[in-house]
């Protein structure tokens, strides 16, 4: 997906595209799903067979003009309603559009088992062939037809027709970064995928169907909200139909225009005509973060997260922590140590294996073993190493090491036990290395805290959100990078089901997480979560139990995430708020113009003076249909977010979109009254 860098809202061909389905949506199958616009659909039905009825000879409803021109404004107000819809419907297809084109038709170069065994026999097939198991072969050039686990190889892909991003990633078989997407581009090597996605189910096909709309469900403060406004049309409609016994009493006749012109002038119909633009346009916000959201709840949800779980390393530190420091244990010469690190970390394939043997100084090709075998890092273990002859070496977090050795009848070195508090307090993550069930000294791990990290957490702290460091390290190496970092909270030595029990116990309490991860280990923590963000270079299991997947792969974008979350609320009420204000100043429009002949003390609410009773119905209902399009812009770009409490930002909303709501409508009236003055 190419990401769209124009700051227009507004661009020709969506437009048309936009204007066209502006007149489809005008099905009243269509329009009963919005019980406000419905009802204005139904009052221009009326309105059509007003005209029909003057025409015919009828006297008593005023002249044919007028009522055309009433009839046609709230045509008018129906198509800006959904135009604001289609608009923002729009923008996704072509979204969608510009997607389909890397799903076009790509060949395979699948791979044919014998037995289970598969072999170099290529046969070339149409991607549309492949099937969840299957294996391919891509080397340099090739587009990847389909999504997949790397299990052979290691290549660098060019993801920009998805993520946007021109700088290539690097994928290899094993660990977190085996994951490639269908429609990717393999720049550099050779990889053997096993096919993970049935047809049709593909993150393309899951893509495209998300931008388009095709997916999105209402959200629940949505349906609460489209409850309320049904609410208010309902009491309006009870409102307009007692003014009529009022205006047999006043010995005033009220016409069939003017009563629906005072029903729809009353009902929410800004908020109305904008609730559906808004959700879809917070969606597609995401997108242009480069998130994908599973639905529109998980964006709304997003916007009120009370608890965040962010990852250590790669997230408040810069990651891939260097070995800076070689400690023998009593009696422990530094070149057995060396040795010792360097052979229990030949199988290491992370950044901190390759550092501790940089630092050695060493190269294990040179290094000749019998059998061995490789013992590979697990999160229950935390523990890595290998077994060769009689000879069994394990590197790994102190309090593991401590266990293997005591275990075994062995003494845990106090020295060496207070060099790992010493390096944990400095902000280190020790390492203790041993032989045979024998401590033979420690590693010193160091990593950097992300430039700015600080203030990011204190603009959460301002949101009233708390965060919580997950990591690996021991107790007091996660302290003094919380306390460094200034997140509220820690979780140290987590293994996956401490995040589970941590999301739990805090939605317990009532609160609301969100979480990012990209191991098949935090797949449970993921799904727990109210909000689970994978990221696109993350385990397949990560993608799927989550419910947003970041398709920069970038472990702070769950703080943007929340934002895009918290504008799209944002954007929902102070646009509700200003849609109800703004019926203040059209019932002053109205209201005095249907009585003010026959019943004289009514001249005091006409404080805007308008020229007529017939060209104050018109000012009202036009400036009721021209304010909705005015505000598309704001529903598809979303109020700007500032992170201040939520007791000063309901007080700033009010004062601004409250107080707005009323004052705008009455210079509109007026003005627009002005111009049809003119004419009529």
Same mark, same amino acid.
């Given at each position: 997906?190419?990401?769209?860098?124009?700051?227009?809202?507004?661009?020709?061909?969506?437009?048309?595209?936009?204007?066209?389905?502006?007149?489809?949506?005008?099905?009243?199958?269509?329009?009963?799903?919005?019980?406000?616009?419905?009802?204005?659909?139904?009052?221009?039905?009326?309105?059509?067979?007003?005209?029909?009825?003057?025409?015919?000879?009828?006297?008593?409803?005023?002249?044919?003009?007028?009522?055309?021109?009433?009839?046609?404004?709230?045509?008018?107000?129906?198509?800006?309603?959904?135009?604001?819809?289609?608009?923002?419907?729009?923008?996704?297809?072509?979204?969608?559009?510009?997607?389909?084109?890397?799903?076009?038709?790509?060949?395979?170069?699948?791979?044919?088992?014998?037995?289970?065994?598969?072999?170099?026999?290529?046969?070339?097939?149409?991607?549309?062939?492949?099937?969840?198991?299957?294996?391919?072969?891509?080397?340099?050039?090739?587009?990847?037809?389909?999504?997949?686990?790397?299990?052979?190889?290691?290549?660098?892909?060019?993801?920009?027709?998805?993520?946007?991003?021109?700088?290539?990633?690097?994928?290899?078989?094993?660990?977190?970064?085996?994951?490639?997407?269908?429609?990717?581009?393999?720049?550099?090597?050779?990889?053997?995928?096993?096919?993970?996605?049935?047809?049709?189910?593909?993150?393309?096909?899951?893509?495209?169907?998300?931008?388009?709309?095709?997916?999105?469900?209402?959200?629940?403060?949505?349906?609460?909200?489209?409850?309320?406004?049904?609410?208010?049309?309902?009491?309006?409609?009870?409102?307009?139909?007692?003014?009529?016994?009022?205006?047999?009493?006043?010995?005033?006749?009220?016409?069939?225009?003017?009563?629906?012109?005072?029903?729809?002038?009353?009902?929410?119909?800004?908020?109305?005509?904008?609730?559906?633009?808004?959700?879809?346009?917070?969606?597609?916000?995401?997108?242009?973060?480069?998130?994908?959201?599973?639905?529109?709840?998980?964006?709304?949800?997003?916007?009120?997260?009370?608890?965040?779980?962010?990852?250590?390393?790669?997230?408040?530190?810069?990651?891939?922590?260097?070995?800076?420091?070689?400690?023998?244990?009593?009696?422990?010469?530094?070149?057995?140590?060396?040795?010792?690190?360097?052979?229990?970390?030949?199988? *290491?394939?992370?950044?901190?294996? +390759?550092? !501790?043997? #940089?630092? $050695? @100084? =060493? %190269?294990?090709?040179?290094?000749?073993?019998?059998?061995?075998?490789?013992?590979?890092?697990?999160?229950?273990?935390?523990?890595?190493?290998?077994?060769?002859?009689?000879?069994?070496?394990?590197?790994?977090?102190?309090?593991?090491?401590?266990?293997?050795?005591?275990?075994?009848?062995?003494?845990?070195?106090?020295?060496?036990?207070?060099?790992?508090?010493?390096?944990?307090?400095?902000?280190?993550?020790?390492?203790?290395?041993?032989?045979?069930?024998?401590?033979?000294?420690?590693?010193?791990?160091?990593?950097?805290?992300?430039?700015?990290?600080?203030?990011?957490?204190?603009?959460?702290?301002?949101?009233?959100?708390?965060?919580?460091?997950?990591?690996? *390290?021991?107790?007091?190496?996660? +302290?003094? !990078?919380? #306390?460094? $970092? @200034? =997140? %509220?909270?820690?979780?140290?030595?987590?293994?996956?089901?401490?995040?589970?029990?941590?999301?739990?116990?805090?939605?317990?309490?009532?609160?609301?997480?969100?979480?990012?991860?990209?191991?098949?280990?935090?797949?449970?923590?993921?799904?727990?979560?109210?909000?689970?963000?994978?990221?696109?270079?993350?385990?397949?299991?990560?993608?799927?139990?989550?419910?947003?997947?970041?398709?920069?792969?970038?472990?702070?974008?769950?703080?943007?995430?929340?934002?895009?979350?918290?504008?799209?609320?944002?954007?929902?009420?102070?646009?509700?708020?200003?849609?109800?204000?703004?019926?203040?100043?059209?019932?002053?429009?109205?209201?005095?113009?249907?009585?003010?002949?026959?019943?004289?003390?009514?001249?005091?609410?006409?404080?805007?003076?308008?020229?007529?009773?017939?060209?104050?119905?018109?000012?009202?209902?036009?400036?009721?249909?021209?304010?909705?399009?005015?505000?598309?812009?704001?529903?598809?770009?979303?109020?700007?977010?500032?992170?201040?409490?939520?007791?000063?930002?309901?007080?700033?909303?009010?004062?601004?979109?409250?107080?707005?709501?009323?004052?705008?409508?009455?210079?509109?009236?007026?003005?627009?009254?002005?111009?049809?003055?003119?004419?009529?």
């Amino acid at each position: 997906m190419t990401r769209d860098n124009s700051n227009s809202i507004l661009q020709g061909p969506i437009v048309k595209e936009a204007l066209k389905e502006s007149f489809v949506k005008l099905d009243p199958r269509k329009m009963f799903r919005n019980p406000v616009m419905f009802t204005v659909w139904v009052g221009t039905a009326v309105m059509m067979a007003v005209c029909v009825w003057i025409a015919l000879g009828e006297k008593s409803q005023g002249s044919l003009v007028y009522n055309i021109i009433v009839t046609a404004v709230l045509f008018i107000t129906l198509l800006f309603a959904n135009f604001a819809e289609a608009i923002a419907e729009a923008r996704g297809k072509a979204q969608a559009n510009s997607l389909r084109k890397t799903r076009e038709e790509t060949p395979a170069k699948l791979i044919q088992p014998v037995g289970e065994i598969y072999v170099n026999e290529v046969k070339l097939v149409p991607s549309s062939q492949l099937r969840k198991g299957d294996v391919f072969f891509c080397e340099a050039g090739d587009i990847i037809p389909s999504d997949g686990e790397i299990i052979d190889g290691l290549a660098t892909i060019d993801e920009s027709a998805i993520t946007g991003e021109s700088a290539p990633v690097i994928r290899e078989a094993g660990g977190d970064k085996s994951s490639v997407t269908g429609g990717t581009k393999v720049l550099s090597d050779k990889i053997k995928v096993r096919v993970t996605t049935s047809q049709g189910e593909s993150f393309l096909d899951k893509m495209i169907a998300l931008v388009e709309g095709a997916s999105r469900q209402k959200t629940p403060n949505e349906i609460a909200l489209t409850i309320l406004l049904a609410g208010f049309t309902l009491v309006f409609i009870i409102v307009t139909v007692t003014l009529k016994p009022f205006g047999d009493y006043a010995q005033t006749p009220v016409t069939i225009a003017a009563f629906i012109s005072l029903f729809v002038c009353l009902i929410p119909t800004t908020i109305g005509g904008l609730l559906s633009a808004i959700g879809i346009a917070g969606m597609d916000r995401a997108l242009r973060a480069n998130v994908i959201t599973k639905s529109g709840r998980a964006v709304e949800t997003a916007g009120d997260v009370d608890v965040l779980l962010l990852d250590k390393t790669g997230t408040i530190t810069i990651g891939n922590r260097k070995a800076t420091h070689f400690f023998p244990a009593p009696g422990i010469t530094e070149a057995a140590l060396t040795r010792a690190v360097v052979l229990g970390s030949m199988a *290491d394939p992370t950044p901190e294996g +390759k550092s !501790i043997i #940089e630092l $050695a @100084g =060493v %190269d294990p090709a040179t290094i000749s073993l019998n059998h061995p075998r490789y013992i590979q890092f697990t999160a229950e273990t935390r523990s890595s190493g290998i077994d060769f002859d009689q000879t069994r070496i394990r590197k790994g977090a102190a309090d593991a090491i401590r266990r293997i050795c005591v275990n075994a009848g062995n003494r845990f070195p106090a020295e060496v036990d207070t060099k790992v508090k010493e390096i944990a307090a400095n902000g280190g993550t020790p390492l203790v290395v041993s032989e045979n069930e024998q401590v033979l000294g420690t590693i010193e791990l160091q990593d950097i805290i992300k430039t700015g990290i600080q203030e990011r957490f204190d603009r959460l702290r301002k949101m009233g959100i708390k965060t919580v460091m997950v990591t690996g *390290d021991n107790p007091l190496t996660a +302290k003094f !990078i919380a #306390e460094k $970092a @200034g =997140v %509220d909270d820690f979780i140290a030595e987590a293994k996956p089901e401490d995040k589970m029990n941590y999301i739990r116990k805090e939605q317990a309490g009532g609160r609301l997480v969100a979480m990012m991860g990209d191991g098949t280990n935090d797949a449970p923590a993921l799904a727990q979560a109210d909000v689970g963000v994978a990221m696109n270079s993350g385990t397949q299991a990560a993608k799927e139990a989550g419910n947003m997947v970041d398709l920069d792969n970038d472990p702070t974008k769950l703080i943007e995430v929340v934002e895009i979350g918290k504008q799209l609320l944002m954007t929902r009420g102070t646009l509700t708020t200003f849609s109800i204000a703004n019926d203040v100043a059209k019932y002053f429009a109205i209201v005095p113009a249907l009585f003010i002949t026959s019943i004289p003390a009514l001249q005091g609410m006409n404080i805007m003076h308008l020229h007529s009773p017939e060209s104050a119905i018109l000012s009202a209902v036009i400036f009721n249909a021209i304010i909705i399009p005015l505000l598309i812009p704001l529903a598809l770009k979303g109020v700007a977010y500032k992170p201040i409490g939520a007791s000063a930002l309901l007080r700033r909303n009010l004062l601004i979109y409250g107080l707005g709501g009323i004052l705008i409508p009455f210079a509109g009236i007026k003005l627009i009254d002005l111009l049809v003055s003119l004419f009529y």
